[in-house]
């Protein structure tokens, strides 16, 4: 991401406008035990107003800002694409401040997680024809939980990348502005870390690490053994602890 590391001065940070407004707090854990529930999570099978009105606070309910030509320049646009004739850039009105109209990259993620949020059981009924995913007794915590650990890192990180938005010109019935997501990133390299984890010195497959000493696979609901390994294949080895993630 644009907001690289925790040196400002860094030349490949200097595009974020809102580095001004980056503190940090002091070093803390992640308040995320397993049933926890907090303003952005109810209960299990709960839908309450304020948990609504907590996730719209931290997504669309942020607004826009507002950046100058200089600054839109920075984001490696060009004059061209700036006044592009079929799409340019969205200026905020003169009478509102003027400048081009931006979104941080943090409200747009919280937004796209609170949209998941509202639809998680889109394809429940396929996954659970494959046997796959959460067990019936534990949906509502285990996505509430992985919900809650998504939101907890996109607002420790909080991408302060501004996209931009953009005039469809081609689209008379359009009345606002569209978003342009391609901002630019300096970006971590994905597949050295996962290459780093899987095929390093310090790998540990699920099945190889050991399983908790009380753990009886003889009494009723206990979670399975690992399948022999010539039924699991690779696919197998990516259910973290057989596929059950309990609290």
């Not at 304020?50 to 942020?62: N, P, S």
């Not at 060009?78 to 400048?99: C, F, M, Q, S, Y």
């Not at 747009?108 to 394809?123: I, K, Q, V």
């Not at 970006?187 to 050295?192: G, K, L, Q, S």
Request: glycine share 8%; aromatic share 8%.
């Amino acid at each position: 991401m644009t907001l690289c590391d925790r040196d400002p001065n860094k030349r490949d940070c200097a595009t974020a406008p809102a580095l001004e407004a980056i503190q940090y707090l002091p070093p803390a854990h992640y308040k995320a035990e397993f049933r926890q529930t907090n303003p952005w999570r109810d209960g299990p099978g709960e839908h309450s107003d304020h948990v609504d009105v907590a996730w719209h606070k931290i997504e669309l309910g942020a607004g826009g800002i507002r950046l100058t030509e200089e600054e839109v320049l920075a984001l490696n646009y060009t004059h061209e694409t700036i006044n592009d004739p079929a799409r340019p850039l969205h200026k905020v009105p003169d009478e509102h401040g003027g400048g081009y109209l931006a979104m941080l990259e943090v409200f747009h993620l919280l937004h796209c997680l609170n949209t998941l949020r509202m639809g998680l059981f889109y394809n429940y009924d396929h996954y659970k024809n494959l046997d796959e995913g959460v067990p019936d007794e534990n949906i509502y915590t285990h996505f509430d939980h992985c919900i809650d650990m998504l939101r907890l890192q996109l607002m420790c990180t909080a991408d302060v990348t501004p996209a931009l938005f953009y005039d469809p010109l081609d689209n008379p019935l359009r009345r606002d502005a569209l978003p342009d997501w391609s901002s630019q990133h300096t970006c971590r390299n994905f597949d050295a870390i996962l290459d780093w984890n899987k095929n390093g010195p310090r790998a540990v497959r699920w099945r190889d690490a050991g399983a908790n000493p009380t753990w009886d696979p003889t009494l009723e609901g206990a979670d399975p053994p690992f399948p022999p390994e010539s039924q699991e294949g690779e696919a197998g080895e990516g259910h973290h602890a057989g596929g059950h993630h309990h609290g």
